[in-house]
């Protein structure tokens, strides 16, 4: 079966609630929220740091260079201070999620996420009342860690409680709540930048509001069945189900589906990273490292983090860069809205190819236009419609990122992995991501210094070799139920060498 696949598995889910009860969505908007305080500290520092009032207080000497009328247009925020206090939140993520997949499962996935709004709220504090680049870092550090639990935890929870015929569209609420957050980081960076000595304060301390509503909005929700059962609570695991589909439903055959999930869990006495690297678990290993790695490689970095700097490169006022960023927030809170209607229709992998194309001819155009316009030396100003083109591009690609690799790094990674090795998947995967986005905000800005426009070609190329990896090597999970994605991969053209299909159950003989 080339080309990934489609798998149909008639009798699987059967006899599950597919209805979309309250208690699911205020479950889930909630789980999601950590999504907004994560979105909202990624963007909050792509106008922060092209913003006088904070540069003139912690970084003298980019404001220097932001008036030489000399300076190389590739270099002005070439700096590894200033990436440092960008990227330190990224490095702590990696460390707090290969520690967060093991205590989310001792505490279980509500518990987990409200530790990371917790931190949350210690960061957003510390780096408001910040006086020096010290405690900037350490509150980058402390958001960095909130940001390990969170991402380990609230995909997953998403994935566990939503109907199975749903379950595409409420995990990329992650996604969508994430993008709510950069659009809301973008006006306020566009307010506080009209105020003089302390805007940058409101722009970092505005985060400790959603911190405040996640940590008191967590303690009504419940937690997921799976993980209660994981943690030998059937009776509790019970009740949550029967919270969360309806004091009406039926919720035996999804419980006894997600009991017999745990007890192969009880079948292994070794940890669960030690046995993801099974040959049983291949796929999954293979998934848990690819899907970062190419999300990573999509060039998102360039449009996520630096798309205030990226327009004030090209001759945009600072204010101006602002503005342009809020409009490809815009663009990408539409283009993860109709990712969600069309995931659980159209499915997963059609929504990557269609990502992929427009990814991979965006950033050929800006690699071409930055090549002919600006110069190779960043010795030339841009025309402006050039840049208005390169807002456009930029516009497009994060439509074409919205609707492919930015839901679908939630989506695939949290539904993808059997229980039995769900946290450490979800672990590893996030690990991954943090630890390859902490080298791309450390190092972006000096490549973009010393490659110039090839490092969009750079990206340009790796979008051809994911793309390709997805067609070939990625089922199709749309409607599946989380507990019986096995048979997925038992029946794929490649993965069916590693994963066998479970026995059919032993026939019962009715009479003598």
């Known amino acids: 079966?080339?080309?990934?696949?489609?798998?149909?598995?008639?009798?699987?889910?059967?006899?599950?609630?597919?209805?979309?009860?309250?208690?699911?969505?205020?479950?889930?908007?909630?789980?999601?929220?950590?999504?907004?305080?994560?979105?909202?500290?990624?963007?909050?520092?792509?106008?922060?740091?092209?913003?006088?009032?904070?540069?003139?207080?912690?970084?003298?000497?980019?404001?220097?260079?932001?008036?030489?009328?000399?300076?190389?247009?590739?270099?002005?925020?070439?700096?590894?201070?200033?990436?440092?206090?960008?990227?330190?939140?990224?490095?702590?993520?990696?460390?707090?999620?290969?520690?967060?997949?093991?205590?989310?499962?001792?505490?279980?996935?509500?518990?987990?996420?409200?530790?990371?709004?917790?931190?949350?709220?210690?960061?957003?504090?510390?780096?408001?009342?910040?006086?020096?680049?010290?405690?900037?870092?350490?509150?980058?550090?402390?958001?960095?860690?909130?940001?390990?639990?969170?991402?380990?935890?609230?995909?997953?929870?998403?994935?566990?409680?939503?109907?199975?015929?749903?379950?595409?569209?409420?995990?990329?609420?992650?996604?969508?709540?994430?993008?709510?957050?950069?659009?809301?980081?973008?006006?306020?960076?566009?307010?506080?930048?009209?105020?003089?000595?302390?805007?940058?304060?409101?722009?970092?301390?505005?985060?400790?509001?959603?911190?405040?509503?996640?940590?008191?909005?967590?303690?009504?929700?419940?937690?997921?069945?799976?993980?209660?059962?994981?943690?030998?609570?059937?009776?509790?695991?019970?009740?949550?189900?029967?919270?969360?589909?309806?004091?009406?439903?039926?919720?035996?055959?999804?419980?006894?589906?997600?009991?017999?999930?745990?007890?192969?869990?009880?079948?292994?006495?070794?940890?669960?990273?030690?046995?993801?690297v099974r040959r049983e678990y291949r796929p999954h290993l293979v998934m848990a490292i690819a899907i970062p790695v190419f999300f990573e490689l999509t060039g998102m970095i360039v449009v996520t983090l630096f798309t205030p700097l990226l327009f004030y490169t090209i001759g945009f006022t600072s204010q101006k860069a602002i503005l342009g960023s809020i409009i490809t927030d815009v663009m990408s809170l539409v283009s993860i809205a109709v990712a969600a209607v069309a995931v659980d229709r159209v499915g997963r992998r059609s929504l990557f190819m269609v990502g992929g194309a427009i990814l991979l001819a965006c950033l050929v155009a800006m690699a071409w236009i930055f090549g002919a316009q600006l110069g190779t030396d960043g010795e030339k100003a841009m025309p402006r419609p050039y840049a208005v083109a390169v807002v456009a591009l930029v516009c497009l690609f994060t439509a074409g990122f919205g609707v492919s690799w930015g839901p679908l790094k939630w989506i695939i990674p949290s539904e993808i992995y059997p229980l039995e090795v769900r946290s450490a998947g979800q672990g590893m995967s996030e690990a991954i991501s943090l630890a390859l986005t902490f080298v791309q905000t450390q190092s972006f800005l000096n490549m973009l210094c010393s490659f110039k426009y090839g490092a969009f070609a750079y990206n340009a190329g790796w979008v051809v070799v994911m793309t390709t990896f997805i067609f070939f090597f990625l089922p199709e999970t749309k409607g599946v139920p989380i507990e019986s994605l096995r048979e997925v991969w038992a029946r794929h053209w490649y993965w069916k060498r590693f994963v066998k299909p479970l026995p059919p159950p032993p026939k019962v003989v009715d009479g003598p």
């Open 1 to 276: 079966m080339h080309g990934g696949g489609v798998v149909t598995l008639s009798s699987a889910g059967a006899g599950y609630s597919s209805e979309i009860t309250f208690t699911v969505v205020m479950s889930c908007l909630m789980a999601a929220s950590g999504g907004l305080i994560f979105g909202y500290d990624i963007s909050i520092t792509g106008g922060l740091t092209q913003m006088e009032s904070f540069l003139k207080a912690f970084f003298p000497d980019i404001l220097e260079k932001m008036n030489n009328a000399t300076q190389d247009e590739y270099c002005i925020f070439d700096s590894q201070l200033l990436t440092t206090f960008v990227s330190s939140l990224y490095l702590a993520g990696m460390f707090a999620c290969l520690v967060a997949g093991h205590i989310t499962k001792k505490i279980g996935r509500r518990n987990s996420m409200l530790i990371g709004a917790s931190l949350f709220f210690v960061g957003s504090v510390l780096n408001c009342t910040a006086v020096n680049v010290a405690m900037l870092v350490i509150g980058r550090v402390l958001l960095g860690f909130a940001v390990g639990f969170t991402n380990q935890s609230a995909p997953v929870y998403l994935a566990e409680i939503a109907p199975a015929r749903w379950r595409g569209a409420f995990t990329s609420i992650f996604h969508f709540f994430l993008n709510v957050g950069m659009f809301v980081a973008d006006l306020v960076n566009y307010r506080a930048n009209t105020i003089a000595v302390w805007g940058w304060r409101l722009s970092l301390g505005v985060g400790i509001v959603p911190a405040t509503v996640i940590l008191v909005g967590g303690t009504f929700i419940p937690d997921s069945p799976n993980s209660q059962v994981l943690r030998g609570k059937a009776d509790a695991a019970r009740a949550s189900l029967q919270r969360i589909r309806g004091r009406s439903a039926d919720v035996d055959v999804e419980l006894k589906d997600i009991m017999q999930a745990a007890e192969v869990d009880r079948l292994y006495e070794s940890g669960a990273f030690r046995r993801i």
